[in-house]
T-cell receptor, first 109, second 122 residues
Framework: ELKVEQNPLFLSMQEGKNYTIYCNYS?????LYWYRQDPGKSLESLFV?????AVKQEGRLMASLDTKARLSTLHITAAVHDLSATYFC?????????FGAGTTVTVRA | GAVVSQHPSWVICKSGTSVKIECRSL??????MFWYRQFPKQSLMLMAT?????????EQGVEKDKFLINHASLTLSTLTVTSAHPEDSSFYIC??????????????????FGPGTRLTVL
């Protein structure tokens, strides 16, 4: 059974500083997703990572994938309040998605 | 493109009644749709996989007689929560998988999520 672990589960960020969320998974997979969820809302797709060494960036968010280590990171640069949300990584297992527990991010001034 | 809708967006019902939630892919065909449940401050848990024209595949621990799934067309799947109880109160999210080959690299087989349905059972 595929297990996906995220840490930290909660992250209090100070505006302007950099932070990283980690996502480990237990078996090989050919793709990994990062999603954002705002309170009361559904998931918003941020990144899909397909291969070892893949790196994608959008604004202040950058995601990377190391398939050998079974590790993905979501790096936040110079945090701003708008980034407050819960972030999930999800790994494809066959055709299904297995989600991490989520990281709830709060950005404070 | 790749828009998924859900209806209703929220519903409140009495214990013992049944509730139907619809999931539609608006601009693509989806042979496979997925139903997830999310309790407050928790992650998404896959309940079942819905395949057009065939029976749904349920995850371990999900009662198929309680959560009836019908995938009658390539754009519509429905989840019916039968004899709902307060413990069924949750956020139900569907996703649809686009098998179209004309999508950008990485989008093939990606799941697109609906906006969710908040179910409250009194």
């Amino acid at each position: 059974e595929l297990k996906v672990e995220q840490n930290p589960l909660f992250l209090s960020m100070q505006e302007g500083k950099n932070y990283t969320i980690y996502c480990n998974y237990s078996t090989t997979s050919d793709r990994l997703y990062w999603y954002r969820q705002d309170p009361g809302k559904s998931l918003e797709s941020l990144f899909v990572l397909l291969s070892n060494g893949a790196v994608k960036q959008e604004g202040r968010l950058m995601a990377s994938l190391d398939t050998k280590a079974r590790l993905s990171t979501l790096h936040i640069t110079a945090a701003v309040h708008d980034l407050s949300a819960t972030y999930f990584c999800a790994v494809v297992d066959d055709y299904k998605l297995s989600f991490g527990a989520g990281t709830t991010v709060t950005v404070r001034a | 493109g790749a828009v998924v809708s859900q209806h209703p967006s929220w519903v409140i019902c009495k214990s013992g009644t049944s509730v139907k939630i619809e999931c539609r892919s608006l601009d693509f065909q989806a042979t496979t749709m997925f139903w997830y449940r999310q309790f407050p401050k928790q992650s998404l848990m896959l309940m079942a996989t819905s395949n057009e024209g065939s029976k749904a595949t349920y995850e371990q621990g999900v009662e198929k007689d309680k959560f009836l799934i019908n995938h009658a067309s390539l754009t519509l799947s429905t989840l019916t929560v039968t004899s709902a109880h307060p413990e069924d109160s949750s956020f139900y999210i569907c996703s649809a998988r686009d098998i179209g080959r004309a999508l950008p690299l990485g989008k093939n087989n990606e799941q697109f999520f609906g906006p969710g349905t908040r179910l409250t059972v009194l």
